[in-house]
């Protein structure tokens, strides 16, 4: 692939992942039922889908501003980590649900990794054999 058609496919996949998450943080931070419901049935107590979104929120403003963008990966990678936690506490479905968090992290760092030479020639992708 041409750096530029990395450096586009990196824009694509962080925008698809922004507006997901956008998403998410929204309906916790206007306390949609949906939230309350979902979050009872992980077994955490209501209330607590404010707070989360509160935090995606401020680690998806890390991730978007471009000097702090791999701290608020790193920190967005933490709280996916704790929502597949959740999930396999309880068995939940593993391509659906448990994995889910896998997914994101794909899409944050997969845009990152496309359009960022720097964070390329720390995690390079190499042939076999090399």
């Known amino acids: 692939m041409t750096g530029n058609a990395m450096r586009w496919t990196g824009y694509a996949l962080t925008g698809f992942f922004t507006l997901f998450m956008m998403f998410d943080v929204a309906i916790k931070l206007i306390r949609l039922p949906i939230v309350e419901?979902?979050?009872?049935?992980?077994?955490?107590?209501?209330?607590?889908?404010?707070?989360?979104?509160?935090?995606?929120?401020?680690?998806?403003?890390?991730?978007?501003?471009?000097?702090?963008?791999?701290?608020?990966?790193?920190?967005?990678?933490?709280?996916?980590?704790?929502?597949?936690?959740?999930?396999?506490?309880?068995?939940d479905p593993l391509f659906t649900h448990t994995l889910f968090g896998v997914y994101l992290g794909l899409l944050m760092w997969g845009g990152i990794w496309l359009r960022d030479p720097a964070l390329r020639a720390l995690f390079p992708v190499r042939t076999m054999g090399a």
């Open 37 to 91: 419901q979902t979050m009872a049935q992980l077994g955490y107590p209501p209330g607590l889908g404010f707070p989360i979104g509160l935090i995606e929120g401020a680690c998806l403003l890390l991730y978007l501003v471009p000097r702090t963008r791999i701290l608020g990966a790193v920190l967005l990678t933490a709280v996916f980590g704790g929502a597949i936690a959740s999930h396999l506490r309880l068995d």
